[in-house]
């Protein structure tokens, strides 16, 4: 690509090691990447590669606790999705952006975004479908917003509401025991110890047959 200078591809590349060192948990080296692969698309003026470039970064932000950079890219990410109709990719967005909202404990924007990520669930079955679970992820998310409110009403019902996703467990058992773990703490704090200390062991149990704990 780079003999013979074409420049789409070159950027296809550098987005590609990003990915690579991003799944083997070197996210330095793949902020590096992205970066490069960043200034190449805006270059060509490639928006929807530009796009989910901006997510792959934000992502990488996110597990280096960089959250002011990870919602900084996620928004600009919705920037360009919103041209191309990519609703899951407008999801992934809010969702980021909802989550790091929460560790900058902006929670107002927090339940914002992670309700507009819900609203998209609702509405558009590529979602909805997805064995990944997105409207129980969500549920988890707004739960635990909920949580650092110390509101542990609202978190329990959108915990519960995560739970009545069929198939759950088998699809998604890191996100159901997360589930079943907050709900068990939000229980323990409103002082309601129907199901505990059982609820906090189905979840240690879960995490232990998965091999949860990377």
């Known amino acids: 690509s780079i003999e013979g200078k074409d420049t789409l591809r070159i950027a296809k590349v550098y987005s590609m090691y990003g990915n690579n060192y991003f799944n ?9 990447y992205f970066l490069k692969s960043e200034k190449l ?35 600009q990410a919705l920037g360009y999705y919103r041209n191309f109709n990519d609703r899951l990719s407008e999801y992934l967005a809010f969702n980021l952006i909802g989550i790091s909202s929460n560790e900058l404990k902006n929670y107002d924007n927090a339940l914002i975004y992670h309700k507009k990520a819900l609203d998209y669930v609702n509405k558009y079955e590529e979602i909805s479908n997805s064995k990944l679970h997105f409207r129980a992820s969500t549920y988890n998310n707004l739960g635990y917003v909920y949580q650092n409110l110390n509101n542990h009403k609202k978190a329990v019902n959108n915990f519960r509401l995560g739970l009545k996703e069929k198939n759950l467990l088998q699809d998604a058992p890191y996100i159901y025991s997360a589930i079943v773990d907050n709900l068990a703490y939000s229980k323990f704090k409103l002082k309601d110890y129907s199901d505990l200390p059982n609820l906090f062991f189905e979840a240690l149990k879960n995490r232990e047959k998965n091999k949860l704990f990377s």
């Open 41 to 75: 698309f805006t270059k060509l003026k490639d928006s929807l590669s530009l796009g989910k470039n901006y997510i792959d970064k934000a992502y990488a932000q996110m597990y280096e606790s960089d959250y002011t950079g990870s919602e900084l890219s996620s928004i």
């Open 24 to 32: 083997q948990g070197q996210n330095d080296s793949a902020y590096y």
